[in-house]
């Protein structure tokens, strides 16, 4: 079955499904870990349907093949789907989600899926749409694997070890503040499942997945030990060293599922004998304690704590009666950065700045002189100026380098082989990012070489607004992103337009450059999780004319308390600080559209960004970007 075309890999997987007697096969775009980018062995999805988008479903009955993805992927969907496969518009009104789509169409029916690759909460609320009428079927043997033949191996990449002088607390420390919460909510244990949780916690970093620092691992954690599972390969003896000397276990990556079966028969035993009464098995020193502005009410529970990420399969081999599922304790902590981080957020995105200015100074030169350069070729070039910086570890994401149409598909990649030569007369969008040892970046600037249209002006402009409303918000500790969201599209709706993602994302340190629980946006997620001070997110409306341009501005935004006159309710009050660093295009704003207010923070903005640039430029000796720094950042 090697090199199956696309309908050949359909016609495969229904003969599979048809021996073990499914009337349908879900493929989720998640690894075991939920993550978002996907190590290339994992990539079931786009090896089933073509579609490499990050995030979508796809759908197998013995008659069709739908696969459903949000409207940042739609054109993209659109172009990529192969031949058999329907895209469904997730999203749109009166559009079913994929498990109302098999309750609806396919009642009375064995559903198969992989429980590795579905939330172990995911995989309740779809089994009590099904049933009784439909079947949840787990099927351990992932069937995508079996028609697969020429799938890639695991990666085991060295892990490395993050120093305290750039993590901010040591490992201890940080497993003193989970078992305080365990020991506060009488949680025996949790399970650690997602690769940046695991990384976070014990201050390590991997290559094991395409731009994010992570490596393939579980951990346990209760009140009196903690294991670690990772490959034997990944872990060197100066990593075991280090972990050994923190009194963490190390164990196989695949005898993780032993380890949950045992802990799940010790925890069912313990609650056949009832609650057992309080010890002191936990360190808590006034050191340990959290402060009492943490502190949140605490629903106690006997049973294993497991993220809402974790999978089914995790949950079943602890026994489904044993597990509580919550957010979880490690991405709440992670959430918060401390000064170390949000200081290493701000000297990071200072020198990525730089290399942004001396790219777009340079692509500027380039395309002025009549060179050529495709959408890839000039990615490939502002990376080779991020590489000069110090502590670059490689890239947060694929870059999105698009010139005019490709614009509008709000995640394209250009292609090596094929990608579009950037119009020097047109819109020109780059969204890119980077790892350093001391931060991530994340950020979109949209250009124009030549002469904007009045419409591009106007569309621009309504964008920075947005920006500009976000950026200066003062708001309640505990608003969510979901309250904020229309703040940044208000210009936009006063135009009729909008754009079709979320406003903003939480941003990992040295980690995923989308990172949860909060994040600003319409969707009921972005409800669950108040900001709160410490937290990191993008700041990122837009707007994309289909087949002709796309917009976006996109900063990175630390949370942080604001001093406000009065502080009602006693809750404290919350602003944003701008770490992003990099001129925004003066030259696609129609100022008679800007408020006094917006004109100034646009210089304001401008000034720090010439200020906290120019001595990198200088050290670099680069004075082509140093007069494009100035010009960009002159007063408006």
């Not at 100066?238 to 190390?250: I, K, P, S």
């Not at 340079?362 to 002025?368: D, F, K, Q, S, Y």
């Amino acid at each position: 079955m090697s090199n199956l075309s696309l309908p050949d890999r359909l016609a495969a997987l229904r003969r599979l499904m048809q021996e073990r007697q499914l009337d349908a096969y879900v493929v989720p775009s998640e690894d075991a870990h939920a993550s978002e980018y996907l190590a290339p062995c994992d990539a079931r999805r786009a090896y089933l349907t073509g579609f490499t988008g990050s995030a979508g479903c796809a759908v197998v009955t013995l008659a069709e093949a739908r696969c459903w993805t949000d409207g940042r992927y739609w054109l993209q969907a659109e172009a990529q789907l192969g031949e058999g496969w329907t895209l469904v518009k997730q999203g749109m009104p009166n559009v079913l989600t994929w498990g109302q789509w098999l309750k609806t169409h396919l009642p009375a029916s064995r559903i198969g899926i992989d429980p590795h690759l579905i939330p172990c909460s995911d995989a309740g609320a779809l089994r009590a749409t099904l049933e009784p009428a439909s079947t949840l079927v787990p099927v351990r043997d992932n069937l995508v694997d079996l028609v697969w033949a020429a799938r890639p191996a695991r990666p085991a990449e060295p892990a490395f070890r993050l120093e305290d002088r750039y993590a901010g607390e040591a490992v201890g420390q940080k497993l003193v503040r989970v078992r305080e919460r365990l020991r506060r909510t009488g949680s025996p244990a949790m399970v650690v499942s997602s690769l940046d949780d695991v990384a976070w916690l014990f201050n390590l970093r991997g290559d094991d997945i395409p731009y994010n620092p992570v490596f393939f691992a579980y951990a346990i954690v209760t009140r009196h030990d903690t294991t670690l599972f990772a490959t034997p390969a990944a872990l060197s003896i100066d990593v075991r060293t280090y972990l050994h000397a923190n009194n963490v276990a190390v164990l196989d990556y695949s005898a993780v599922w032993a380890s949950l079966e045992a802990l799940g028969a010790r925890v069912k035993a313990d609650r056949a004998r009832g609650p057992q009464p309080p010890s002191p098995d936990v360190d808590i020193s006034e050191g340990a304690k959290e402060k009492d502005s943490e502190a949140k009410t605490v629903v106690r529970t006997d049973k294993v704590l497991v993220g809402t990420k974790t999978s089914w399969a995790v949950a079943t081999m602890l026994g489904e009666d044993n597990v509580e599922t919550r957010r979880s304790i490690v991405e709440d902590l992670k959430a918060k950065k401390n000064a170390t981080e949000f200081e290493g957020f701000r000297r990071s995105h200072i020198r990525d700045g730089a290399a942004l200015v001396r790219y777009f100074a340079w692509l500027e030169e380039a395309l002025g002189r009549g060179e050529s350069w495709t959408e890839y070729d000039a990615a490939e070039k502002l990376e080779d100026f991020r590489k000069e910086g110090e502590g670059f570890m490689g890239l947060s994401f694929d870059t999105i380098s698009s010139t005019n149409a490709n614009a509008a598909i709000i995640h394209y990649s250009p292609p090596k082989t094929g990608s579009a030569v950037i119009d020097p007369q047109g819109m020109y969008l780059c969204d890119s990012g980077a790892q350093y040892l001391d931060g991530t970046t994340d950020v979109t600037r949209t250009l124009h070489f030549g002469r904007p249209t009045y419409e591009q002006r106007r569309a621009f402009t309504r964008v920075l607004q947005g920006h500009i409303a976000l950026d200066v918000l003062v708001i309640p500790t505990g608003t969510t992103g979901y309250v904020i969201d229309s703040i940044a599209r208000r210009p936009l709706w006063s135009d009729g337009l909008d754009y079709r993602h979320g406003t903003g994302h939480g941003v990992g340190h040295f980690l995923n450059v989308h990172e949860g629980p909060h994040g600003i946006g319409p969707r009921a997620v972005h409800n669950e999780t108040g900001l709160e001070a410490g937290m990191v997110v993008s700041n990122e409306p837009g707007y994309y004319a289909d087949g002709r341009y796309g917009i976006r501005i996109e900063n990175v935004v630390g949370v942080k308390m604001a001093e406000t006159r009065w502080n009602f309710g006693g809750k404290g009050y919350l602003e944003f600080e701008h770490f992003t660093m990099c001129p925004i295009q003066t030259k696609l704003v129609e100022l008679d559209l800007l408020a006094p207010a917006e004109r100034h923070w646009l210089n304001a903005y401008h000034a720090e960004c010439r200020l906290k640039l120019e001595p990198v430029l200088r050290a670099k000796g680069d004075a082509r970007a140093l007069a494009w720094l100035e010009r960009e950042c002159a007063e408006v």
